[in-house]
C-alpha cells in the first residue's frame, strides 16, 4: 500500500494580501497543501477614470511595434478598454505581444491571443533588456499608477520609444480597527506579498510585522517586493523563486522544513 505524503504546510496560517481577484488561485493550491488560509486583501485595482490618454495610443495603435504586459491586470484592463472601444485586434496582425510572468501569459491566453516574448527572469527590468529589435520601435505600455520608470529607461537606453499610458489604479485599503485585531487575533504563520503596493498598504494598517505578527514569516514573491519591504526595514524571511505562486508555496515548504 502506497504511503501517503505528508503536507508540510497542513494547519499552517498563511495571510494573503493581494486583490480579491487575483486570489482564488493562490487560495486553491494553498487549500490542496492543508493550508488554513486567512483572505485580507490590502489594494484594489481600478480603471482609471479619464483614459483619454490611452485612447489616444489606442487611435493609432498601428504605429506601434510591441504591445507590453507586466501584470495579468494589465491585460484584463486593456482588453476591457479595446472591448469598450470597439477594437478588433485582428486589425493588427504585426503589433506583437510580450508579457512579464507565466501568470501575465496565461490570462492573456485565457483572451485567445498568443504573447511572442516571456522574459527568462519574471520582471519588467529583464523584459526590457532582452525584448528583441527594440531600437527605433514604438513601444506601448498600459499600466498601473505605481509602474515604476527603470524600465522605461531600459528601453530608451536601447534605443526603445517607450509609451507607458496609466490605465488603471492600484489603492491601499484601509482597514478598521475591528477588521486589523480579527486579523491579527488569527495568528498566521506565514505573512504572503505579491506587490510592493501590498506591502506598503500592510506597512500602513498594521506597521512593521515583526512587530504585530510575531512570529510570523513574511515571504516575497519578487525582488521588487522584498525591496519595497527592506525599505521598510522589513526583516523578509524568504524571496520566491520563481517569483510566481507556486514560488511563494515552495518557499514556504522550506521555511517550514528548517523550523527546528
Same mark, same amino acid.
Given at each position: 500500500?502506497?504511503?501517503?505524503?505528508?503536507?508540510?504546510?497542513?494547519?499552517?496560517?498563511?495571510?494573503?494580501?493581494?486583490?480579491?481577484?487575483?486570489?482564488?488561485?493562490? +487560495?486553491?493550491?494553498? *487549500?490542496?497543501?492543508?493550508?488554513?488560509?486567512?483572505?485580507?486583501?490590502?489594494?484594489?485595482?481600478?480603471?482609471?477614470?479619464?483614459?483619454?490618454?490611452?485612447?489616444?495610443?489606442?487611435?493609432?495603435?498601428?504605429?506601434?511595434?510591441?504591445?507590453?504586459?507586466?501584470?495579468?491586470?494589465?491585460?484584463?484592463?486593456?482588453?476591457?478598454?479595446?472591448?469598450?472601444?470597439?477594437?478588433?485586434?485582428?486589425? +493588427?496582425?504585426?503589433?506583437?505581444?510580450?508579457? &512579464?510572468?507565466?501568470? @501575465?501569459?496565461?490570462?492573456?491566453?485565457?483572451?485567445?491571443?498568443?504573447?511572442?516574448?516571456?522574459?527568462?527572469?519574471? @520582471?519588467?527590468?529583464?523584459?526590457?533588456?532582452?525584448?528583441?529589435? &527594440?531600437?527605433?520601435?514604438?513601444?506601448?505600455?498600459?499600466?498601473?499608477?505605481?509602474?515604476?520608470? *527603470?524600465?522605461?529607461?531600459?528601453?530608451?537606453?536601447?534605443?526603445?520609444?517607450?509609451?507607458?499610458?496609466?490605465?488603471?489604479?492600484?489603492?491601499?485599503?484601509?482597514?478598521?480597527?475591528?477588521?486589523?485585531?480579527?486579523?491579527?487575533?488569527?495568528?498566521?504563520?506565514?505573512?504572503?506579498?505579491?506587490?510592493?503596493?501590498?506591502?506598503?498598504?500592510?506597512?500602513?494598517?498594521?506597521?512593521?510585522?515583526?512587530?504585530?505578527?510575531?512570529?510570523?514569516?513574511?515571504?516575497?514573491?519578487?525582488?521588487?517586493?522584498?525591496?519595497?519591504?527592506?525599505?521598510?526595514?522589513?526583516?523578509? *524571511?524568504?524571496?520566491?523563486?520563481?517569483?510566481? &505562486?507556486?514560488?511563494?508555496?515552495?518557499?514556504?515548504?522550506?521555511?517550514?522544513?528548517?523550523?527546528?
Amino acid at each position: 500500500m502506497q504511503k501517503q505524503v505528508e503536507k508540510v504546510l497542513k494547519g499552517k496560517k498563511v495571510l494573503l494580501t493581494r486583490p480579491l481577484e487575483g486570489m482564488e488561485e493562490f +487560495y486553491r493550491k494553498l *487549500d490542496f497543501e492543508g493550508a488554513k488560509v486567512i483572505s485580507r486583501p490590502l489594494i484594489e485595482l481600478n480603471a482609471v477614470k479619464d483614459q483619454s490618454k490611452i485612447d489616444a495610443a489606442l487611435d493609432k495603435l498601428e504605429d506601434f511595434e510591441w504591445l507590453v504586459f507586466n501584470s495579468p491586470a494589465s491585460v484584463k484592463f486593456f482588453f476591457q478598454r479595446i472591448e469598450e472601444r470597439g477594437i478588433k485586434m485582428y486589425f +493588427y496582425p504585426d503589433l506583437k505581444i510580450a508579457t &512579464v510572468g507565466e501568470k @501575465t501569459k496565461m490570462k492573456l491566453e485565457q483572451l485567445g491571443y498568443r504573447t511572442n516574448f516571456v522574459p527568462i527572469e519574471f @520582471t519588467a527590468e529583464v523584459l526590457a533588456a532582452n525584448l528583441p529589435n &527594440v531600437a527605433g520601435k514604438q513601444i506601448l505600455i498600459p499600466a498601473s499608477n505605481l509602474s515604476g520608470q *527603470d524600465y522605461i529607461r531600459a528601453f530608451e537606453k536601447r534605443g526603445g520609444l517607450p509609451h507607458q499610458h496609466v490605465l488603471y489604479e492600484n489603492r491601499p485599503i484601509h482597514l478598521s480597527e475591528g477588521e486589523k485585531k480579527k486579523t491579527i487575533d488569527q495568528i498566521p504563520d506565514y505573512l504572503t506579498f505579491t506587490s510592493g503596493s501590498a506591502v506598503r498598504s500592510f506597512d500602513a494598517n498594521f506597521g512593521n510585522p515583526q512587530h504585530s505578527f510575531d512570529p510570523a514569516q513574511v515571504v516575497c514573491i519578487g525582488p521588487s517586493t522584498a525591496a519595497t519591504a527592506a525599505e521598510l526595514n522589513w526583516k523578509i *524571511d524568504s524571496v520566491a523563486a520563481p517569483h510566481t &505562486v507556486e514560488g511563494m508555496i515552495q518557499a514556504m515548504k522550506r521555511l517550514e522544513e528548517q523550523t527546528p
